[in-house]
């Protein structure tokens, strides 16, 4: 009836004992419904050409630049299963955008995705992504998503291997609960509230503001998730680790409880997970500690 799913006893019995609660923010704190809200194509930005051209990228024949921008992402998010290439291949539906298909679909996680279009090496992801390319973010652009940021939003580049192309930011509202969640937590006695977030630090910084969380990590690649995690548990007897998608699955493992909310979830998250959250409801995280401690005085 509660939608609650706990795997074993012990997790129950780790559940009494959690001081710190780690979150994901996309999917986690909010819906995990993000829109593209507004996107960026740097003066003079060369795309990969129609099917036929020849390999290097050429000047786009569209007389909207950010409207190859987008084509270019949908065609690399197609198989990709991030919740801002959901975003991505949504509003280029709403374009009707002919999207043509990536050859070669690579995902790395915690930085984007990268594949072939027209013959061109192309990506879509995050600064260190961008950076591991041996690209530089140049500074009208990075003016343009430190604005982005500080309103919240999550931002990603997109480019070839000739360069960066520009960028594209997303929404994504918090979940109605969210907020209510974190003081029932705190009610119920945890001490410190987490934000783990592989977002730019800005925006994860506004959304933890929002709520009332006490600390920001962000921009973290999965492994370093982990750390975060693994730093959290020496400062307390317990800590539980709540996310929804495949990066947070190895922080969820490394955690004393480990929950996923299963709603939305991936599938690899849901199998690591102590605990899953049937609905979508972060509320459910203090009930699950609540029961915790309720079956221990039993």
């Known amino acids: 009836a509660n939608g609650i799913l706990v795997r074993n006893r012990e ?39 129609d099917a036929g051209d020849p390999a290097p990228p050429r000047a786009s024949p569209a007389s909207d630049p950010e409207l190859e921008l987008l084509r270019l992402a949908a065609s690399l998010e197609q198989d990709s299963e991030h919740h801002l290439a959901r975003a991505v ?5 709403e374009a009707r955008l002919d999207v043509p298909t990536a050859q070669g679909f690579r995902a790395r996680p915690g930085e984007g995705v990268t594949g072939t279009v027209h013959g061109v090496p192309s990506w879509v992801g995050n600064e260190v992504l961008a950076e591991s390319l041996g690209l530089r973010i140049p500074p009208l652009l990075r003016g343009w998503v430190a604005e982005a940021t500080s309103r919240g939003r999550s931002v990603v580049y997109v480019g070839t291997e000739g360069g960066l192309l520009g960028a594209m930011a997303f929404g994504d509202r918090l979940k109605a609960d969210a907020a209510a969640a974190i003081r029932h937590l705190k009610y119920e006695g945890v001490g410190w509230i987490t934000i783990l977030s592989g977002d730019h630090p800005d925006a994860v910084r506004a959304v933890a503001a929002e709520l009332g969380a006490d600390e920001v990590k962000a921009g973290l690649l999965p492994h370093e998730k982990v750390a975060a995690v693994e730093e959290l548990e020496a400062r307390s007897r317990g800590v539980a680790m709540v996310g929804d998608g495949v990066n947070d699955a190895p922080a969820m493992a490394a955690a004393s409880l480990g929950i996923a909310m299963g709603a939305a979830g991936t599938d690899v998250a849901i199998e690591t997970a102590d605990v899953v959250l049937m609905g979508h409801e972060v509320a459910k995280v203090d009930y699950v500690l609540h029961l915790g401690k309720r079956a221990r005085r039993v």
């Open 11 to 49: 997790a129950f019995e780790r559940a009494r004992d959690i001081g710190i609660v780690a979150f994901d923010k996309t999917g986690t704190l909010t819906e995990g419904k993000p829109r593209l809200l507004d996107r960026i194509a740097l003066e003079g930005a060369r795309f990969p050409g």
């Open 89 to 93: 291949l949504v509003a280029a539906e």
